[in-house]
Structure formats: structure tokens, C-alpha cells
């Protein structure tokens, strides 16, 4: 996937990869854990109090993090296994910037002239709502980062 150099700076400048990294060993696959699907409704009620979110409507568990800055959206998308995957908006004045965590991390590394982790598209993964709810909170706090960064940058 090919990103706009000045969100690639932007990523870069906030340390978007070792925070994402980091946040996906904190929350690896652990062999022979079982992945029993998590009810909505449980996460939903995990997130009470701690972190704004609204499940969106159609098939598959995607959530919607509120109380973001204007013209940012972060959806959560809870994929097998208890894997959690990213889809971010960012209106700038100028473009509209669209990324992945796990994508705009690797292709960071690649602008940022590193190697790309082993593997290259990590994701977290977690097993109870509570964790899962740790992993949300986290990636809103990386999305308002970026967010902020790539007003700054563009």
C-alpha cells in the first residue's frame, strides 16, 4: 500500500511503530489459549466508563471509537481468534488519509529505512473483553497522536 510521505512522517515523528509493536507483544497469540468468540454486548459493557464505542451495524464485530478529534475515525474490527484489526480515517484540509496499523507500521519501518518485524503485519490479539478494551484504549490514543502529527506534518 502506498501512503502519502507526509503521514509516513507523521508516523515516524510519534513513534507509531515501536508503540504499536509493543503493543502487539503485550498482546500476542499464546498457542493452545483457545479463541472463543467474545459476545459485543460483554465488550460493550467492558468498555463502560473507560472508552466510548458503538458497535456498527452489518455482518462481523466492528466497533466505532468515539470522542475523537474532528475529521478522525478509528473502526475496530475483532477478526478470528480474537485478533484486532484497524481501519483510520484522518481528514486533513487537503486529503483524506486512510490507514491500517498494522500496514502504515511496516511501511514506516520501509520509509524510516528499518527492516520490517518478523511478522510484518502483527496484529494484537486478545482473549477476554477486558484486554480487549486495553488494546481499544491504546489504539485511540495512537490514532489522536497520529492525527495530531499529520496536521502538523501535511
Avoid at 43 to 52: D, F
Avoid at 64 to 93: K, Y
Amino acid at each position: 500500500m502506498n501512503y502519502d510521505l507526509s503521514l509516513l512522517k507523521a508516523a515516524n515523528s510519534v513513534g507509531l511503530c515501536s508503540a504499536y509493536y509493543k503493543l502487539c507483544n503485550d498482546h500476542p497469540f499464546i498457542s493452545g489459549s483457545g479463541s472463543k468468540k467474545i459476545p459485543f454486548k460483554e465488550i460493550l459493557a467492558a468498555a463502560e466508563g473507560i472508552i466510548n464505542l458503538s458497535k456498527l451495524r452489518g455482518p462481523g464485530t466492528v466497533f466505532q471509537v468515539g470522542r475523537l478529534p474532528e475529521g478522525v475515525s478509528l473502526n475496530i474490527i475483532i477478526q478470528s481468534g480474537g485478533t484486532v484489526e484497524t481501519d483510520i480515517i484522518i481528514q486533513h484540509p487537503q486529503k483524506e488519509y486512510r490507514a491500517t496499523f498494522a500496514i502504515l507500521s511496516n511501511e514506516t519501518l520501509k520509509y524510516a529505512g528499518l527492516s520490517a518485524p518478523n511478522p510484518a503485519y502483527p496484529r494484537p490479539i486478545c482473549a477476554s473483553a477486558k484486554e480487549m478494551i486495553i488494546v481499544f484504549a491504546r489504539l485511540q490514543e495512537l490514532t489522536i497522536s497520529l492525527a495530531k502529527a499529520a496536521l502538523n506534518v501535511g
